[in-house]
């Protein structure tokens, strides 16, 4: 008797979540089956004059048009799906090295990065033919600051603390390579879909200043950050990667975004 009530019941679940299913399947080919729209935006209204397809300075004319609008850009912009960017914040950024015993690993939080707003773009070339595009920078500043935590050995020494951190970059020279695809959408506009990229880069100088090092030994710390500063250039090898990963998702996001919503005849109008 009580089998019997479990498996009627047990059916009735079946037969309700059967149907349940079926409604959740139905809502999903009527969405569907719906027109998607398909957004097709001008260029930002302060980004001016288009660059010509056929302009025979095609890479000035780009350097031209891009170079005063970063600043603004850096403010974020909703309508294009654009965050601010100065300061960016970078959720999380981790940098391990070596192994458990000799390598070191740091993580830094809510780490916030200025200087994308005074950044310089300095030349481009263009390949429309070959869809392929690179992009010059350069920045006086790269200031990172957040709250670090490091442990493991760094060169020879160990270390290990969590703090407040800061690491400036300076004079940094980066380039942005990518190819692109253009999609054909259902609307007739081509989109362009950055397929690869790269983000070769060279750094100056670096300033780092890890606060309470070694639970706050003030002597051990300062020490450390004198060794860090003194060896830079063997430390960016190791920060290096991990902020032109950072630098990499900002310009692929960013870009993707506008991609997605400006339709590439707008970007390149051809007559
Ligand atoms: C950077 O750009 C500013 C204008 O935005 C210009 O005055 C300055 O000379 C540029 N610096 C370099 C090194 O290109
Ligand atoms: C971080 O370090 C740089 C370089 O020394 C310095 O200019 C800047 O003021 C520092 N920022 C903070 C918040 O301490
Ligand atoms: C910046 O780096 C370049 C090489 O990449 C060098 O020629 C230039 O002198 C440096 N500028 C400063 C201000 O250090
Ligand atoms: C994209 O990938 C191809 C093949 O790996 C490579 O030849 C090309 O240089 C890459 N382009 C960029 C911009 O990194």
Same mark, same amino acid.
């Given at each position: ?153 760094? !060169?020879? $020494?160990?270390?290990? /603390?969590?703090?407040? =951190?800061? %690491? @400036?970059? *300076? ?10 695809? !253009?999609? $054909?959408?259902?609307? /007739?506009?081509?989109? =362009?879909? %950055? @397929?690869? *990229? ?74």
């Amino acid at each position: 008797m009580v089998a019997n009530m479990f498996r009627s019941n047990n059916r009735f679940l079946c037969e309700a979540f059967t149907v349940f299913v079926a409604c959740l399947c139905w809502l999903q080919i009527a969405q569907y089956a719906e027109p998607v729209k398909i957004p097709a935006l001008p260029l930002p209204s302060y980004v001016g004059k288009a660059c010509r397809a056929n302009d025979p300075n095609l890479n000035e004319c780009v350097v031209r048009t891009g170079a005063p609008v970063i600043k603004r850009i850096t403010q974020g912009d909703p309508k294009y799906r654009i965050p601010k960017l100065e300061p960016l914040t970078i959720s999380k950024m981790r940098i391990e090295q070596g192994t458990k015993q000799v390598g070191m690993t740091m993580e830094c939080q809510e780490c916030q990065l200025y200087g994308l707003s005074e950044v310089n773009f300095t030349a481009a070339r263009v390949d429309l033919k070959k869809r392929h595009v690179e992009w010059d920078f350069w920045m006086d500043k790269l200031m990172f600051l957040g709250k670090y935590k490091v442990s493991g050995r760094v !060169l020879i $020494l160990p270390i290990t /603390g969590s703090g407040d =951190a800061n %690491i @400036t970059l *300076s004079n940094v020279t980066f380039s942005f390579l990518y190819d692109y695809d !253009l999609d $054909l959408k259902e609307n /007739g506009k081509n989109y =362009a879909r %950055i @397929t690869n *990229s790269t983000l070769p880069y060279k750094i100056g100088g670096m300033y780092i200043n890890l606060e309470n090092l070694f639970n706050g030994d003030k002597l051990l710390g300062e020490n450390m950050n004198r060794f860090l500063n003194e060896n830079w250039r063997d430390i960016i090898k190791e920060v290096g990667p991990a902020v032109a990963d950072a630098l990499t998702e900002v310009f692929r996001a960013t870009m993707g975004a506008m991609a997605d919503l400006v339709p590439f005849e707008y970007l390149f109008p051809s007559d």
